[in-house]
């Protein structure tokens, strides 16, 4: 079982910026893949970036605007998020699992998950 805990979420402007924590208290990183999602209600959980190793893939709605990094020493990643803007609003999960890299879009196949956080841009 893998235990993650998600923070950094807030209200922000448009064209601000926030940075997301998702850390793994315990546990060591190594050989999981990690992504990020996001969910309004009433739709789907949407893949926003993953990132394992040395690759990393981002949604192209926010492709230029969003990065995601790991920091495998404090089992921690991040989602440092700019030029918010009020699409954004979502609520925020940090998910994992173990395994390849492939699909990492599909966030059926991350057993792992973080309580979410949200995010509110203001136009």
């Known amino acids: 079982q893998v235990h993650l805990v998600e923070s950094g979420g807030g209200l922000v402007q448009a064209g601000g910026s926030l940075r997301l924590s998702c850390a793994a208290p315990?546990?060591?990183?190594?050989?999981?893949?990690f992504g990020w999602f996001r969910q309004t209600p009433g739709k789907e959980r949407e893949f926003v970036a993953a990132v394992s190793g040395g690759r990393v893939n981002y949604a192209d709605s926010v492709k230029g605007r969003f990065t995601i990094s790991r920091d495998n020493p404090k089992n921690t990643v991040y989602l440092q998020m700019n030029s918010l803007k009020p699409e954004d609003t979502a609520v925020y999960y940090c998910?994992?699992?173990?395994?390849?890299?492939?699909?990492?879009?599909?966030?059926?196949?991350?057993?792992?998950w973080g309580q979410g956080t949200q995010v509110t841009v203001s136009s």
């Open positions: 315990g546990r060591t990183f190594s050989g999981y893949v």
């Open positions: 998910a994992a699992r173990s395994g390849s890299y492939g699909d990492y879009a599909d966030h059926g196949l991350y057993p792992y």
